[in-house]
């Protein structure tokens, strides 16, 4: 089957640095998409992977390892905004976006 | 990176109405458009993959009729959702496919039939 890991909840602090993991197992793989989610809106793309490596954008950056099915997102400089559900997502063979159930950050003062 | 735009994003009609959903890549050519539809608490499900030029290939049970897909031109594609029903009531997603791999989304529409 299909299965997309991630950790249900997480706490950081306003100007840390966090790290979402995110593990996966498809059927075939056609990139890795991080999105984040403030309640009750839309989900925001914030990066896509199809390499492996490290993509860097600003205070947000995503790595992708294809042979270990496995990606994180890492935010800097924390800020309450940053408040929010982290979700990962790939596309498969079939370009059918398989979602996990998305990752709960929670930014303290 | 690539930039979809999706309009509208948010949208409340009346039971028995069509909503039109666009679905634009601003700056760059997508043959291939996808369609998605959430259910609450639910992975994304493809509905149809939109070809420009030709007919979309729509997802077992998914009904044509009721979800129109028109690609008439390489930067846009459209999803009328058409005599709306409140169980039509979903988040619909459309991402653009650039070359052969890479698929950029748009923001995502938030349909609420009343």
């Known amino acids: 089957g299909q299965n997309i890991d991630q950790p249900t909840e997480m706490t950081a602090t306003e100007g840390a640095i966090v790290q979402i993991n995110c593990t996966y197992q498809t059927s075939g793989f056609n990139g890795l998409f991080w999105y984040q989610q403030h309640a009750g809106e839309a989900p925001t793309f914030l990066s896509y992977n199809v390499l492996d490596g490290l993509e860097e954008k600003g205070r947000f950056s995503s790595f992708l390892s294809r042979s270990k099915g496995y990606s994180y997102l890492l935010l800097k400089e924390l800020q309450m905004k940053d408040s929010a559900s982290y979700l990962c997502a790939v596309l498969d063979s079939n370009y059918q976006l398989i979602w996990g159930a998305g990752t709960k950050l929670i930014i303290k003062p | ?114």
Request: hydrophobic residues 35%; contains cysteine.
């Open chain 2, 1 to 114: 990176g690539a930039v979809v735009s999706q309009h509208p994003s948010r949208v409340i009609c009346k039971s028995g109405t069509s909503v039109k959903i666009e679905c634009r890549s601003l700056d760059f050519q997508a043959t291939t458009m996808f369609w998605y539809r959430q259910f609450p608490k639910q992975s994304l499900m493809l509905m149809a993959t939109s070809n420009e030029g030709s007919k979309a290939t729509y997802e077992q049970g998914v009904e044509k009729d009721k979800f129109l897909i028109n690609h008439a031109s390489l930067t846009l594609s459209t999803l009328t959702v058409t005599s709306a029903h409140p169980e039509d009531s979903s988040f619909y997603i459309c991402s653009a496919l650039k070359g052969d791999t890479e698929a950029f989304f748009g923001q995502g529409t938030r349909l609420t039939v009343v």
